[in-house]
């Protein structure tokens, strides 16, 4: 019998996090008797005189926003991380029970002044002001910590606090535990190759075309080869960009053309809200403890998105997932086929309102 990964089960490596997946392409035509969520209705006001984000309104913390008309940042109120702290004695300390004081900063970001819109909702324009603020929160932040994670927890099943939309920044001094292993694998295969990992794996994706979900001139976005979630996406910049700090005009605006077009696909494949956490995954700051060679790094954004088969029904990440390896029924280039077989253009949701 011919080995055919479309067929067979099969292990799929990742060469950020050096972690195999399994995939099973077999199981798609298993029967689901399993947990039905909700689907998620929401009808939202413009502006909600109770939310906390909106332009105008007091916070939790009892600061009042401005009446901001495009973005807004501020400290989150609730910081999981404080810029100040006690140095400790750790030099005596047993082995088997590390512990290591951190520093950091935690910020919010509105995206919008309206709270009824979601990215995909939002004009190109609109998002290109919110790639320049996530471009210029990197450039400030990266000059005073090591590790700067932009992301965005988008829905009520992945934790979003609030329907606002909005995204976080937290900071740290130390490379938190998955950077370090993707600074790791980058930094060992450009001493290899002499060229960033994920530089090369655009151009093969480019060639090969069967992840590929869109391409525009500057950025490339993929099903990646080794995903783990059904529709996880991988945007890749198509020239070397260490960090969101080199990304040019042109370059801002066609990201935020891309990143409609990806996010509609997402809300149209299951006529939901797609939700997810996204985030962006660049060369750490300028800090004395990290090495000043940067240029293994390849600037990119994960998104991880827990549907799997409609608007209500979810992929766990149990079981064996948690005990052994990731694994995957729908086969990344099937997932990356129905992405595809949606329209980037034209937003289930505006479709029904003409
Ligand atoms: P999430 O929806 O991803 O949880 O992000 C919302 C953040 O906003 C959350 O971290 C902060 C919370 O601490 N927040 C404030 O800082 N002030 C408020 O008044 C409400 C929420």
């Not at 005189?49 to 940042?73: F, I, K, M, S, W």
């Not at 292993?181 to 530089?199: G, I, K, T």
């Not at 080794?226 to 080199?246: I, S």
Request: proline content about 8%.
């Amino acid at each position: 019998m011919q080995f055919d990964p479309l067929e067979h089960p099969h292990r799929r490596f990742n060469p950020l996090l050096r972690q195999w997946v399994l995939v099973s392409p077999h199981r798609t035509k298993r029967p689901w008797q399993g947990k039905m969520e909700a689907a998620y209705r929401s009808s939202r006001p413009e502006h909600d005189p109770d939310c906390y984000l909106c332009p105008g309104n007091t916070r939790a913390n009892g600061e009042t926003n401005p009446v901001y008309t495009t973005t807004h940042v501020f400290n989150n109120d609730f910081a999981a991380l404080l810029p100040d702290g006690p140095v400790a004695d750790i030099t005596s300390q047993n082995e088997l029970m590390r512990v290591q004081p951190v520093t950091g900063e935690c910020r919010v970001i509105c995206f919008s002044p309206c709270h009824d819109l979601t990215m995909p909702e939002m004009t190109a324009d609109a998002i290109t002001a919110v790639v320049s603020l996530w471009c210029d929160q990197y450039a400030e932040l990266s000059q005073r910590y090591t590790w700067v994670q932009i992301f965005e927890n988008k829905g009520e099943i992945m934790g979003c606090s609030n329907e606002h939309p909005h995204g976080q920044i937290w900071c740290t001094d130390h490379l938190p535990s998955e950077p370090a292993q993707v600074d790791a694998s980058q930094r060992s295969y450009f001493a290899d190759h002499a060229s960033p990992l994920l530089l090369d794996y655009a151009e093969t994706e480019l060639r090969d075309g069967m992840r590929t979900i869109e391409a525009n001139n500057h950025w490339l976005v993929v099903v990646p080869y080794w995903a783990t979630w059904p529709y996880e996406m991988l945007l890749l910049p198509r020239r070397h960009l260490r960090h969101l700090g080199e990304v040019d005009e042109p370059e801002r605006r066609s990201l935020a053309d891309i990143l409609k077009r990806i996010l509609t696909r997402y809300d149209n494949l299951f006529e939901t809200s797609f939700p997810y956490s996204m985030g962006w995954h660049q060369a750490p700051g300028v800090s004395p403890d990290i090495d000043e060679q940067r240029d293994h790094w390849q600037l990119h954004a994960h998104f991880y998105p827990p549907l799997l088969r409609s608007s209500t029904v979810r992929k766990f990440m149990v079981g064996y997932e948690m005990l052994a390896e990731g694994q995957r029924d729908i086969t990344a280039e099937q997932a990356a086929e129905k992405l595809r077989r949606v329209s980037g253009t034209e937003h289930y949701a505006a479709s029904r309102r003409k």
